[in-house]
């Protein structure tokens, strides 16, 4: 107690918040000494941190795996180098066909044009059928079918055939392809005989008859008197020269007799 007993009188005060009965103590209690029992406190210790190094495992996986992540990434651009390339070249190929196709079109195409215009040049020349007049019952050759004998693509000195020129005394008709027209003397029949007569020749590049055979495939009378004035018409036939013509070249001259006088 302080102050001790011996020093003084002990007087007993109320002193808790809580009480019971009606007779206050005598003496007081002792008093008693709180234990407080104090708490260790343990400081919390924050771990520090570490760093971490990778061990040589895990440096070589790291560097395989982007290794392989570069060598996957090479491939792709590789793949699509190849892809594009290869949808440029078929491209270029289709684009080549397309042009190809075309030209042989257009190549088709002037033929076409070319041949119409050739075979309507050469209609307007000869009056072709389809614009001339009168009946179409006609024909020329010394064939006996109808038609006009001849070949659009044929050689120019090939042996032609022409008609005569129509019935009348004299009347001549020639043909000597690519040779154009030729001077002749007609001479008459000594007879009264009459009709056509049909005369092969041979033509030198001077453009002269050197050789005459009358009467063939054609003629509609063979009459002597008949032959021997055709012949001499014939050889009477010349040409202009052509250097370009063959040594000698085979035409025909058809001669139309009409009654002597």
Request: hydrophobic content about 30%; some cysteine.
């Amino acid at each position: 107690m302080d102050p001790p007993e011996e020093y003084g009188v002990a007087v007993n005060f109320g002193t808790t918040d809580f009480g019971s009965g009606n007779k206050p103590l005598s003496e007081p209690r002792e008093a008693v000494e709180d234990n407080v029992v104090e708490e260790e406190v343990v400081e919390e210790s924050i771990p520090e941190e570490t760093q971490v190094t990778p061990t040589e495992a895990a440096t070589k996986a790291e560097e395989v795996m982007t290794q392989e992540n570069a060598e996957a990434i090479a491939i792709k651009k590789q793949k699509e180098a190849e892809a594009k390339a290869k949808a440029e070249a078929e491209a270029k190929a289709k684009a080549e066909a397309e042009r190809v196709e075309r030209e042989k079109r257009e190549a088709e195409e002037k033929k076409r044009k070319e041949e119409a215009e050739k075979k309507k040049q050469l209609d307007n020349l000869i009056g072709g059928v389809k614009n001339a007049s009168g009946t179409t019952d006609g024909g020329e050759g010394p064939d006996s079918q109808g038609g006009n004998k001849g070949q659009l693509d044929g050689d120019p000195y090939a042996p032609s055939y022409f008609g005569g020129s129509g019935p009348g005394k004299g009347g001549v008709g020639y043909g000597l392809g690519g040779r154009g027209r030729p001077s002749k003397q007609i001479y008459k029949q000594d007879c009264n005989e009459y009709g056509l007569v049909v005369v092969k020749i041979e033509v030198n590049r001077q453009g002269k008859v050197v050789n005459a055979e009358p009467g063939i495939k054609g003629s509609t009378n063979t009459h002597p008197c008949l032959l021997a004035p055709a012949k001499k018409i014939a050889m009477s036939h010349k040409w202009p020269a052509d250097a370009d013509a063959p040594t000698t070249q085979i035409g025909f001259v058809s001669i139309n007799f009409d009654v002597g006088q």
